[in-house]
């Protein structure tokens, strides 16, 4: 099926990028990032995250990308390939991404109905919002449970007839069309928003200097919060870096691919901002809905638009969704990847399609599991305490990922310093090599730890700090 060792490669590096970027552009970024940085005191969040993007999350990228492209496997098997005494890691990596899976698919079948809708509306259809209150229209949606299901099967169909396709026919043949177009698009959303009347406001929420939520042990929090954002939106210990970077031929630049894509990731949530709160702004709503600031606040803004308000709508909701599906292409493709691997080596045949189909019908079970809750309405919380939806999210965004990524930072920092430094320098030389393994070995280390202190803190809002 697919060429080169059988097991698939970028057919170039743009390709690759798009893919990279194409994964860490999500709902992280159009909805996650706008809402905390307005949050965490707008420009005092985006410094501490810009810290950390620098100090860590492009030293995690590095060594992501170079574990994956030296040992050429899946997680599960990059790990043990450096030792076996690490494969629990390789573990961590990969339960993380499928219980993401399971709600992120949920959201993607949001987005999907929203923009069906909103092009409903064009057409007068019974089908579309026909002006109902954003509310009314969302909690109508979400306790349907037969139709929230259905969309989150269709989301995560697509996904699965993408990933079937491999590697450059499927993931790099698709990122390279929707990335680009994702862009126009939120440049069309963002002319629109910013120019409606009180749209600075908007811009005043996100980038107004506010320190004084540092004050006392403020920034703890706030540095969580950037901390946990940054894993969450640059596909970080999640097992899909180091899928992607054993794609990467050996002739491709980690170093700089590791640069790039923390940077078009930031500029595109920084454009998700601008899209968004100025809308916001203008219709007098809030800018701290949380949750529900994608569908509630933003549909009834649209709602407000007049006749331009369906085609605006569609265009933004279906922006969101090629963000959303670009991201569960890379999370199936990095769970995927670790049995493909797994049985190619042992029997040299490539199972891709069995194994697609396998994983991707258990994440329907997950996701049409996660959709029937219903947001809250319909089971009972997980740990007598969560939606079922912020319970998968506790454990793989708020534990998993910051302690895999801790121990990751330990192996490579201290124990095995050696190995990923010579596999980025093989194609060139590596110019940033002491900042990289100083950063690697001190400060990623307690970033992290930092960050899963916080995140506990914070989702069990225990009150530490
Ligand atoms: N980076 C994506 C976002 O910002 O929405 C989400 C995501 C994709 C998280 C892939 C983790 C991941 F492995």
Redesign the pocket.
């Known amino acids: 099926m697919e060429k080169d060792n059988n097991r698939g490669q970028w057919g170039s590096n743009f390709g690759f990028l798009m893919a990279a970027v194409g994964?860490?552009?999500?709902?992280?970024?159009l909805w996650?990032f706008p809402y905390k940085m307005g949050v965490g005191g707008g420009f005092a969040f985006l410094l501490l995250y810009l810290i950390l993007v620098v100090f860590v999350g492009y030293i995690m990228l590095n060594t992501e990308l170079a574990l994956g492209r030296k040992t050429g496997t899946g997680v599960v098997g990059a790990y043990r390939a450096i030792s076996t005494k690490y494969t629990a890691i390789g573990w961590m990596g990969a339960i993380?991404?499928f219980l993401?899976l399971g709600f992120?698919s949920m959201l993607g079948g949001y987005c999907m109905k929203y923009a069906v809708s909103n092009l409903g509306d064009l057409f007068n259809a019974s089908w579309g919002v026909n002006s109902a209150d954003g509310g009314e229209f969302f909690g109508t949606f979400i306790s349907n449970q037969a139709e929230s299901s259905i969309y989150t099967v269709v989301f995560i169909a697509l996904t699965i007839l993408i990933v079937l396709r491999g590697v450059s026919k499927g993931i790099e043949k698709f990122t390279k069309v929707a990335m680009p177009a994702l862009f126009v698009m939120l440049v069309i959303v963002i002319i629109r928003s910013v120019t409606l009347p009180g749209a600075i406001e908007g811009l005043e929420f996100m980038f107004k200097p506010d320190f004084s939520v540092f004050q006392g042990t403020g920034w703890i929090t706030v540095l969580a919060s950037a901390g946990g954002q940054m894993f969450?939106?640059?596909?970080?210990a999640?097992?899909?870096m180091v899928a992607y970077g054993s794609y990467l031929p050996k002739t491709q630049d980690i170093n700089k691919n590791a640069m790039i894509i923390p940077i078009a990731?930031t500029v595109i949530a920084i454009m998700a901002g601008l899209a968004i709160m100025p809308a916001v702004a203008s219709a007098g709503m809030e800018f701290g809905a949380g949750p529900g600031l994608l569908f509630v606040t933003l549909q009834t803004v649209f709602n407000g638009l007049g006749i331009a308000g369906p085609i605006f709508g569609f265009i933004f909701y279906a922006l969101v969704f090629i963000?959303?599906i670009t991201?569960?292409i890379?999370?199936l493709e990095?769970i995927v990847s670790i049995p493909v691997d797994k049985k190619l080596k042992e029997t040299g045949i490539n199972q891709r399609t069995k194994y697609t189909w396998i994983l991707g019908i258990l994440v329907m079970i997950e996701g049409v599991l996660v959709s029937l809750d219903g947001l809250g309405t319909y089971f009972p919380p997980l740990f007598g305490k969560f939606i079922w939806l912020d319970g998968f999210d506790l454990v793989s965004e708020g534990i998993l990922m910051p302690l895999g990524a801790f121990l990751t930072a330990i192996v490579f920092g201290w124990i095995r310093k050696d190995v990923l430094v010579d596999e980025i320098s093989l194609s060139s030389e590596f110019k940033s090599k002491k900042f990289y393994l100083f950063c690697l070995k001190y400060l990623a280390p307690v970033m992290m730890l930092l960050v899963l202190v916080g995140q506990i803190n914070s989702f069990f809002g225990l009150g530490w700090f």
């Open positions: 994964s860490a552009v999500g709902l992280g970024n996650g993380a991404p993401i992120y969450f939106t640059l596909s970080l999640m097992g899909i990731d963000a959303a991201s569960a890379s999370l990095g």
